[in-house]
């Protein structure tokens, strides 16, 4: 069993088309990550949640929007793709924060190109 | 200034060597520092914590940190081809419940049989 699973692995889509992320871990973990890894390996938070509350919401373009439907899932919807936003998309998720032992359980991440 | 910084490599070491990764942070209130290692085309995963100044040891892995010069390093003893990865050196910012982690942009370790 896979303990954080993110659909799909691979998206490729045009310029201005919208895209969603699936992301549901059964660790039974209260908080969940969108983290993002560009081109040169830098990984930056995005948006984070705990027990279906946004708790983090880094400077994100609003084309970006998260969803947490309870606390085993967080999707991530895409509006309006830019080329910019080609990146591996990873979810994690956490205990409960980050805090106390820094380990967050990532996906295996989604691939995003946009052409 | 990046908040969390290290070299990006390659850092190329042959095998049984000593790698040493080398990390900086800006925020000074940091407590939490943390190594995580990303095999090409995988995600990372957690190697290792350290919360004191002073070194802690696990295997062949030690992680050193300096509060004082805000530095952080991983040392891997006998260095092995399967060590080849990024390793990213992480941060934890903000209290238990909300804090979150920033990452370097990672270093390159290659190591040469």
């Known amino acids: 069993d896979t303990a954080v699973s993110q659909t799909p692995k691979y998206l490729v889509t045009q310029m201005g088309n919208d895209k969603s992320i699936k992301c549901e871990q059964n660790?039974?973990?209260?908080?969940m990550y969108w983290y993002k890894q560009d081109s040169k390996k830098f990984l930056k938070i995005m948006f984070s949640?705990?027990?279906?509350?946004?708790?983090i919401n880094e400077t994100v373009p609003n084309r970006f929007s998260p969803k947490s439907p309870d606390k085993a899932h967080l999707n991530l919807h895409i509006n309006s793709l830019e080329l910019g936003d080609s990146a591996v998309y990873f979810c994690?998720?956490?205990?409960?924060?980050?805090?106390?032992?820094?380990?967050?359980?990532f996906g295996e991440g989604s691939r995003l190109t946009v052409l | 200034q990046k908040e969390v910084e290290q070299n990006s490599g390659p850092l190329s070491v042959p095998e049984g060597a000593i790698a040493s990764l080398n990390c900086t942070y800006s925020?000074?209130?940091?407590?939490?520092f943390f190594w995580y290692r990303q095999y090409s085309g995988k995600s990372p995963e957690l190697i290792m914590s350290?919360?004191?100044?002073g070194d802690k040891e696990d295997g062949r892995f030690t992680a050193q940190l300096n509060k004082a010069s805000q530095y952080v390093s991983l040392l891997i003893r006998d260095s092995q081809p399967s060590d080849s990865a990024t390793y990213l050196c992480?941060?934890?910012?903000?209290?238990?419940?909300?804090?979150?982690?920033?990452f370097g942009q990672g270093t390159t370790l290659q190591v040469k049989p």
């Open positions: 350290i919360y004191s100044n």
């Open positions: 992480a941060v934890n910012k903000g209290s238990s419940n909300t804090g979150k982690l920033i």
């Open positions: 994690a998720s956490s205990p409960s924060g980050t805090g106390a032992t820094g380990e967050l359980f």
């Open positions: 660790l039974g973990h209260d908080t």
């Open positions: 925020d000074r209130v940091s407590q939490s």
């Open positions: 949640y705990n027990n279906k509350e946004l708790i």
